[in-house]
């Protein structure tokens, strides 16, 4: 193992990937700039394959999906994950349902990379989480890695797959360092993770929140027994892994920074309560975001997200209820 930032796993992953198969290549905003996560790629497999575009969504998504029908392997970039909305029809209407359209004569081997999150002070169109958006679209799948190990190896498994793949990367992680295998891998796509084992409550985290659930559990770790479980792609969910946790330890809590109004939360919560309601011995409850367009102020927008004492107080509540 050795220790790399995110960026940097994400870089590699997609280097790996480009050198491994001609095929694959990458269009859209930010590609080389400030994120980093593309930075060198052009240099070294030269503007054929690696192409920043003029600020037109719907023309190099398009671009994207036309690509994928011929063969190729397009990973396109959408800069802030707000403006998906300027290519919806192209990834809702498109992408997701052409290979059904189709009977499966064609196939959609399309990566659409994009970042979201917040506490950055970017205001309302700079700092959503929309997961639930592409979730509730059949025909796509969703990956939100929250970890550096699988922010590399969910990517390359991404790549590889045909099916369109809306992979969601939270840039207040961009920075965060963590061990990495130095030999080649991948992780599959639909196979959750226990990040914490525990006895008297199963939280289910994703992205960001996931590191916040994991300090909020190290912080009363004396009081509570918290299993914190990363879904690491909330489609396809592994349902099975969250069940066995619930059946276990009675008590569920979702923690996600998108609003918790029909939210990626109100799904696990569904599904739990179809299919373990008799293991449950308290409520199941998510903590999410507000439900209102993120404010600029950085007070303010401090209140609109859960952060780790307010995630800790709630998972207190659940267990002792």
Not at 20 to 41: A, P
Not at 203 to 213: D, G, H
Request: overall charge negative; some cysteine.
């Amino acid at each position: 193992m050795r220790t790399v930032t995110y960026v940097r796993a994400l870089n590699e992953a997609l280097s790996e990937e480009m050198a491994r198969d001609d095929s694959v290549f990458i269009i859209g905003e930010e590609v080389g700039g400030v994120f980093g996560v593309t930075r060198g790629l052009d240099r070294r497999y030269g503007e054929r394959r690696v192409r920043c575009t003029p600020i037109s969504e719907a023309a190099f998504t398009g671009l994207g999906v036309g690509a994928a029908m011929s063969g190729l392997r397009p990973i396109v970039e959408i800069m802030y994950v707000d403006f998906i909305t300027v290519c919806w029809d192209q990834v809702a209407n498109q992408a997701a349902k052409l290979r059904y359209m189709s009977g499966g004569q064609v196939k959609l081997p399309l990566t659409i990379r994009a970042q979201q999150g917040n506490l950055t002070r970017e205001a309302a169109q700079h700092s959503q989480h929309i997961e639930a958006w592409f979730a509730h679209t059949p025909g796509l799948k969703v990956v939100m890695p929250a970890t550096v190990e699988d922010a590399k190896g969910l990517l390359k498994s991404a790549i590889r797959d045909d099916n369109p793949v809306v992979f969601l990367e939270n840039r207040l992680l961009y920075e965060l360092k963590g061990p990495m295998p130095r030999d080649e891998y991948t992780i599959p796509l639909g196979v959750a993770k226990i990040q914490r084992e525990g006895t008297d409550i199963t939280v289910v985290a994703t992205s960001n929140a996931l590191q916040k659930s994991l300090a909020a559990a190290d912080q009363i770790a004396d009081e509570v027994s918290v299993e914190v479980i990363d879904p690491r792609t909330i489609v396809p969910l592994d349902t099975e892994t969250i069940l066995a946790s619930v059946r276990k330890t009675g008590r569920l809590l979702v923690v996600h920074d998108a609003p918790a109004r029909l939210g990626f939360g109100a799904e696990v919560v569904r599904l739990v309560t179809e299919q373990a309601w008799d293991a449950l011995q308290a409520a199941p409850r998510v903590i999410g975001g507000l439900n209102l367009p993120m404010p600029f102020s950085p007070v303010l927008e401090d209140v609109c997200i859960p952060d780790v004492p307010r995630i800790a107080e709630t998972i207190r509540q659940v267990a002792r209820s």
